[in-house]
């Protein structure tokens, strides 16, 4: 049963027993944000609140560091290495994104990195062993605390890979487990690239499992990929942080260990918001990161009368003024009677003011391009079915929906496609970009369509598309949401 909270005893007065402190930072899903936005995130952010902050520290990462930005695309990830370098970071691990440059892109980012990269469950798939700067843990001495830290990779990459072999992350750990123990760490950690939490990929996340089987053997689970933000958050004794996306905070995790015994006695966590004003810039790393700038990214496409947000200010409506106006685009691109928009691909508001090329790769910072193809309306009706609850992840052009929420079961479902009710057996034209019609990560349900059926449309990518959104609507105002309504 999980339990929020955690009991952190400074002192044991009945036994004498005096506590140390041992302090651990943590991000995950920094998707190449080295700058901050609206006086919030960046590296120069981070930076100065480890260096303020108790000394000695870790830092580590819980992977998908190599793409997000343009720096970060442009570099093949070497960028986000560098600058993690910079800061200082003492482990990271691997998430899905670290192959967002094919399996030819991984070995020259994990070289890149001077810190290992921890992932006991990520081997090369013909000899075996650890690739080169891989390891499956790392034990770190803290003024005295010997803190353990094990890596979990995610396996599930962005492209598929034969030269790597991913192994279960559950029996690895057990399998390493020991070794490490033998070693008598006071603190054991895990940096995994996976959440305790998942209503987004589509997956049944494994990580809470991590407390169930290692109870009284692991301390500190510090997982990630969902880009959720978890903060103490305990199941059987275990902590469970998580730390958002994109640089825009930092986890600070207090340990505190008998100072006689070495014993583990408690952890707590906190979320520090990296806002400029209050947390300051290391200047050395803030000049750094300038240096890593790509030229052209200021030039400003049109602007946004208002903020256009990621989600609606009715609780209700479960699709958004932004992701709207992207399906409503791909729509008119593809000439399809539906368009599909992954919600999971916008990864930032359009801010009021200047819309510029940086914030169009910040929105949607992958290379998809389109495709269209012809299914039924009992497709797209399972479709809809399995990606409503617990989170909604996709939103229609030429599609209306209304439903109802029972106990975490979808009742009273209707779909009209331009204003007339789905038939299971007609046709339907529908585009989406290729990243979900092939079936990746929330896309699964499209696997039910043969590739054969899907139609590359045109030479642009979904970013083209909406660049040339922005020049020819701009000023951007906010679209009236009402697409997909939750009845209460």
Not at 74 to 93: D, E, P, R
Not at 129 to 151: C, E
Request: proline share 5%.
């Amino acid at each position: 049963m999980r339990k929020i909270g955690v009991v952190v005893a400074l002192l044991l007065a009945a036994g004498g027993l005096f506590a140390k402190t041992t302090t651990i930072y943590h991000t995950s899903d920094t998707h190449g944000f080295y700058y901050p936005r609206n006086g919030q995130g960046g590296f120069a952010a981070v930076a100065s609140v480890v260096k303020h902050g108790p000394q000695p520290y870790l830092l580590l990462d819980s992977g998908d560091f190599a793409n997000g930005t343009i720096e970060a695309k442009k570099s093949k990830g070497i960028k986000s290495a560098q600058i993690m370098n910079k800061v200082g970071y003492h482990a990271t691990t691997i998430g899905n994104h670290e192959f967002d440059f094919k399996e030819a892109g991984v070995a020259p980012l994990l070289a890149a990195l001077n810190f290992p990269v921890l992932a006991a469950n990520f081997i090369d798939a013909k000899t075996k062993q650890y690739p080169a700067n891989v390891k499956p843990y790392k034990i770190f001495d803290l003024d005295g605390v010997k803190v353990a830290v094990i890596g979990l990779a995610n396996t599930t990459p962005t492209n598929a890979t034969k030269l790597y072999k991913f192994k279960d992350p559950l029996k690895t750990l057990k399998k390493v487990l020991p070794e490490v123990e033998a070693q008598k760490p006071n603190v054991v950690a895990i940096i995994v690239h996976d959440s305790l939490n998942d209503d987004k990929h589509g997956t049944k996340p494994y990580v809470e499992k991590i407390a169930r089987k290692f109870a009284g053997r692991v301390n500190l689970v510090l997982g990630g990929h969902a880009h959720k933000i978890i903060q103490n958050e305990i199941v059987d004794g275990v902590l469970f942080t998580e730390s958002g996306t994109a640089t825009d905070g930092i986890s600070k995790v207090t340990v505190q260990t008998d100072d006689q015994t070495g014993q583990f006695i408690s952890a707590q966590s906190e979320l520090i918001p990296l806002i400029i004003a209050n947390v300051g810039e290391n200047k050395d790393v803030a000049a750094y990161a300038n240096s890593l700038k790509e030229p052209g990214m200021d030039e400003v496409l049109g602007e946004a009368a208002e903020t256009i947000s990621m989600v609606s200010d009715v609780p209700e409506h479960k699709d958004s003024p932004l992701n709207d106006w992207i399906a409503d685009l791909g729509r008119a691109y593809t000439g399809t009677q539906i368009f599909v928009h992954n919600n999971g691909g916008t990864r930032i508001d359009f801010r009021k003011g200047p819309i510029t090329k940086r914030d169009t790769v910040e929105m949607h910072p992958f290379e998809n391009k389109i495709v269209k193809m012809t299914v039924k309306g009992k497709f797209i009706k399972f479709l809809v079915e399995k990606s409503l609850l617990p989170r909604n992840l996709y939103t229609y052009s030429g599609m209306t929906i209304t439903y109802r929420n029972r106990k975490g079961k979808i009742k009273d479902l209707q779909i009209f496609v331009d204003g007339k009710p789905l038939q299971d057996n007609e046709e339907y034209t529908l585009g989406t970009n290729d990243y979900i019609a092939h079936g990746a990560s929330e896309g699964w349900p499209f696997k039910r369509i043969a590739d054969s059926e899907k139609e590359p449309v045109g030479t642009g990518n979904v970013r083209s598309i909406l660049e040339n959104g922005i020049r020819t609507q701009s000023p951007l105002k906010p679209m009236a949401t009402g697409r997909i309504i939750e009845i209460k």
